[in-house]
């Protein structure tokens, strides 16, 4: 057993004016060296929220108030500030969901990756330069020398996506975080973006926890998938179970909305939407939008259940059974 990372039991609570927002409830997860976890979610489910408090990165008003965060058996969230410091970037690396926020507009992009090495490890100048262009070159950004004295605004989207995995690479971490890294990218874009993440987890020993909200994204690049909603994970297990056999009517209804262009399906998303997070009810939190719901389902706690020991594939739902079953099938038109 070789788990590089083990949450536990997590839950966050951002303060706000009209009260408290449960963005996380009882989230557990763990990913082992060089795997690859996808995170997937409506907006609003607690993609972002979940990176953010793995680095204690959340804002301000966000704070966990449950739960255990352990990297390589170490609790996180009682490291020394100058541990989580060397973490931060060394260890886990993370790429933020909006990535203009995250490149300095006045710094050409090869300086920034050079700056975040030298920040991290006691190199010369020149072995950062060496390094910084040695990164570039892995990531495919053609011309490392001449791309790198660009700055951020010269840089298509996804080059600029490019950069940031590069910049995240840069000091060789054991876990690398990206939310949302083909998001805002044309469709060709998006494939040679996730053609690198491929060619990444096949060559590095990286665990990789790859957060979207598009499940094909994570049928071709994921070892495993977690999938959220309003906070809470309905299911999780290897990606193959999940898509061939899910257990939980959620998660069949997030397949079913996949568009599929051959077989001219529409788009067809789960009618609804996410209940408001300052006010948790009983039961099951997907109840009110959960064609298999019964009344049984609004009371109580719902716990995690196994399906497969095995695999060990887990399912937050009563009805999981007959949803196995019986599942939803994409309307075909
Ligand atoms: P998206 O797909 O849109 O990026 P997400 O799954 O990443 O969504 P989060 O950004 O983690 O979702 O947000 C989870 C919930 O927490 C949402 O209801 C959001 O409005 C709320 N939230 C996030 N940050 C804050 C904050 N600083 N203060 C108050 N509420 C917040
Ligand atoms: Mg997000």
């Known amino acids: 057993w070789n788990s590089i990372l083990e949450v536990d039991s ?8 009209t009260g408290g927002v449960q963005a996380l409830r009882d989230v557990s997860l763990s990913l082992e060296t060089g795997e690859t976890v996808g995170i997937v979610g409506e907006s609003g489910s607690g993609k972002s929220t979940l990176a953010l408090s793995l680095l204690q990165y959340l804002d301000d ?9 352990q990297f390589k058996d170490r609790e996180i969230q009682n490291l020394p500030k100058v541990e989580l410091q060397n973490l931060r970037g060394k260890q886990i690396a993370h790429v ?3 990535p203009n926020t995250s ?6 992009v090869g300086e920034q990756i050079s700056e975040t090495i030298r ?3 006691d190199v010369t100048n020149q072995e950062a330069r060496e390094r910084m262009h040695e990164i570039l070159k892995t990531v ?5 020398e001449y791309n790198a004295e660009r700055y951020p605004h010269e840089l298509s989207g996804g080059m600029q996506q490019r950069v ?29 973006i996730l053609d690198l993440i491929q060619e990444l987890k096949d060559s590095f020993d990286t665990a990789i926890i790859l957060i979207t909200h598009d499940l094909s994204v994570i049928a071709e690049t994921c070892d495993r998938v977690t999938i959220l909603y309003a906070g809470e994970v309905m299911e999780q297990g290897p990606v193959t179970e999940i ?7 959620y998660t069949q209804g997030l397949l079913a909305a996949i568009p599929r262009v051959k077989e001219d399906r529409k788009l067809n998303p789960i009618p609804g939407k996410i209940p408001d997070l300052t006010e948790i009810s009983d039961g099951c939190i997907f109840a009110e939008r959960c064609e298999f719901s019964e009344r049984d389902c609004k009371s109580g706690e719902i716990t995690t259940e196994v399906v497969d020991e095995r695999t060990n594939h887990q399912t937050r739902c009563r009805r999981w059974s007959d949803a196995i079953e019986d599942p939803i099938e994409p309307d075909i038109e």
Do not use: W
């Open 10 to 17: 997590l839950s966050v609570t951002y303060e706000t004016p």
């Open 61 to 69: 008003n966000g704070q966990v108030t449950n739960g255990s965060i």
């Open 96 to 98: 933020p969901q909006d």
């Open 103 to 108: 490149l300095n507009p006045s710094l050409c």
């Open 119 to 121: 920040e991290h490890e």
């Open 140 to 144: 495919r950004i053609g011309d490392p």
């Open 164 to 192: 940031l995995i590069a910049m995240a690479l840069s000091c060789n971490p054991e876990l690398l975080i990206l939310d949302e890294p083909t998001t805002g990218l044309d469709v060709t874009t998006q494939a040679k």
């Open 243 to 249: 898509f061939n056999n899910p257990a939980n009517p």
